[in-house]
Nanobody
């Protein structure tokens, strides 16, 4: 069993930065990849980024490539999403999820509660 808690969301102006954190507990956390997803009002949940369980592999959605970076510290059971050059279209609830190194949300068994990110123009 893995429990995940996101933090770090908030309100920021376009062009600004935020760093989201995902705190994990559970014995099997470090053997799971961690994905980041987001969901805007009226839209489906979409893939943002994923990092392998050792941290050596990452993959990003085209919409965030070059602006967002995910990293993890297994010694601290933490995963991070650094978001730079934020745009109003990045506004959404952001979730971290533990599971396979994949982009489809249906493959992830464990989810956090989400943190709101709002980017003003």
């Amino acid at each position: 069993q893995v429990q995940l808690v996101e933090s770090g969301g908030g309100l920021v102006q376009a062009g600004g930065s935020l760093r989201l954190s995902c705190a994990a507990s559970g014995r099997t956390f470090i053997t799971n990849a961690v994905g980041w997803f987001r969901q805007a009002p009226g839209k489906e949940r979409e893939f943002v980024a994923v990092i392998s369980w050792r941290g050596g592999g990452t993959y990003y959605a085209d919409s965030v490539k070059g602006r967002f970076t995910t990293s993890r510290d297994n010694a601290k059971n933490m995963v991070y999403l650094q978001m730079n050059s934020l745009k109003p279209e990045d506004t959404a609830v952001y979730y971290c999820a533990a599971g396979p190194f994949a982009v489809e949300p249906t493959g992830f068994a464990y989810w956090g509660q989400g943190t709101q990110v709002t980017v003003s123009s």
